[in-house]
């Protein structure tokens, strides 16, 4: 069952703006390993830090959950596929859920759209199997 879709776009140049001169955003906001996948062999690192910002905002909208942001990773398969990673409780808040992200970015702007699923519980299964 869909709980919610949270979608959002960000321009690249507002997102670099903020890096260059507050590093202590950069700390606060993403990831090691998000800082590391960005700067690494990366043409346009800020472009992908924009592009986790999106999914990170998305998240938020679709689920309507508010944490640190540095508690919510976006990682990527081999394939390059985004999915999230949640740190601490987060992710146990966020057990009854299945997150679907798309990121797309170009040279100006980054946008991630993520629905989120809910799991049926097991009552729920239970009453669906029953009637």
Known sequence: MIYGIGTDLIE???V????QSNPRFVERVFTDNE???SFKNKKNPYMHLAASWAAKESLYKAANVKCRYADV???HEES???????????AQRL??????????HIKDYATAVVVAEARPSMH??????MS
């Not at 670099?16 to 890096?19: D, E, L, P």
Request: proline fraction near 2%; include cysteine.
């Open 12 to 14: 690249v140049a507002r």
């Open 16 to 19: 670099a703006k903020v890096c």
């Open 35 to 37: 800082k590391a996948y």
């Open 73 to 75: 990773e976006v990682a």
């Open 80 to 90: 390059g596929k985004p999915y999230f990673r949640f740190q601490h409780e987060l």
């Open 95 to 104: 057990a009854e859920f299945t997150f679907h992200l798309s990121i797309s």
């Open 124 to 129: 729920q299964l239970v009453e669906i199997t």
